[in-house]
């Protein structure tokens, strides 16, 4: 089975700097995703890790960590409207089948001036 | 390019009744999967369609039930509704086509359904 860890809640100042960690323990691993989600509407994709290090794009970066089963999505120069959950999601290895895609809980954002 | 749309956005029906969902993914996309979200308890998947077969399913009641159409379309059917099902469900889209990044999933902006 999948296991997903994330914070629950968190807070961050506008302006500032927040990195959202993710933990997973799979039975495998085909990749790791990272949505947003704002209350009351659906969740949009932001960025996918296959491979370890560090992608970035624009004010949104994301990490891998493979052997550590361990994943972070960074949030620079956090602006009021960065204020949503943010869900974390692994794609398990395919090995005879297929396997479907697990979701954290997420971790609920708060910007705050 | 249009993205995934799901109708009806809201939808009110009494406990006992059944109701159906649709979705139509975006154009180029044979997986369809289904989610319900419910406030604490985040999204928990339903089933997969993928080429009008089911490819993977959740820990639903039989009550839940789907299907997948030859254009790749999809519905959800809940029968028997309980105020439990009260929730917002969900559908995504992916291309899969094998390629690595093609079973990213593009939500669409789901169904909000309240069973009195």
């Known amino acids: 089975g999948q296991n997903i860890d994330q914070p629950t809640e968190m807070t961050a100042t506008e302006g500032a700097i927040v990195q959202i960690n993710c933990t997973y323990q799979t039975s495998g691993f085909n990749g790791l995703f990272w949505y947003q989600q704002h209350a009351g509407e659906a969740p949009t994709f932001l960025s996918y890790?296959?491979?370890?290090g560090l992608e970035e794009k624009g004010r949104f970066s994301s990490f891998l960590s493979r052997s550590k089963g361990y994943s972070y999505l960074l949030l620079k120069e956090l602006q009021m409207k960065d204020s949503a959950s943010y869900l974390c999601a692994v794609r398990p290895l395919r090995i005879g089948g297929y396997q479907k895609v697990t979701f954290g809980t997420g971790t609920k954002l708060q910007v705050i001036p | 390019k249009a993205g995934v749309t799901q109708t009806p956005r809201y939808l009110i029906k009494t406990r006992g009744q059944q109701v159906t969902l649709s979705c139509s993914p975006i154009?180029?996309?044979?997986?369809v999967s289904w989610y319900q979200q419910t406030p604490g308890q985040g999204l928990q998947f339903l089933f997969e369609?993928?080429?009008?077969?089911?490819?993977n399913k959740g820990n639903f009641p039989g009550r839940f039930s789907g299907r997948q159409f030859s254009n790749s379309r999809s519905e959800m059917n809940v029968s028997t509704l309980e105020l439990g099902d009260s929730a917002l469900y969900l559908c995504a889209s992916s291309r899969d086509s094998g390629r690595i990044g093609t079973d990213t999933q593009y939500f669409g902006p789901g169904t909000r359904l309240t069973v009195l």
């Open positions: 369609y993928f080429s009008e077969t089911q490819r």
């Open positions: 890790n296959v491979l370890d």
């Open positions: 154009s180029g996309h044979r997986s």
